[in-house]
């Protein structure tokens, strides 16, 4: 009995340390457009924000309402 209470505690610390990490996803869209998805693809990875540069490590690339292409970065 005790380890089926001891596994799932384990279980539900698990599935609660998953919701804190997604809750703690953040995006923000780089200033700038691009006329092409391949700009976008060649200046994504060389992006420099100029607060907590280090916390965003994931680029997409997204087609705007205006008609070009944004970078958008993620953690």
Known sequence: ???V??????????LVTTGVGVANADEVEV?????SEAGCWAD?????????DH???HYDYRFGPDGFWHVWVSN
Do not use: C, F, K, Q
């Open 31 to 35: 200033e700038g457009n691009y006329s």
């Open 44 to 52: 994504g990875p060389h992006v420099v924000l100029a607060h907590n």
């Open 5 to 14: 209470i001891a596994a799932g505690l384990l279980a539900l610390d698990g």
């Open 55 to 57: 916390l965003y490590t």
């Open 1 to 3: 009995m005790r380890r």
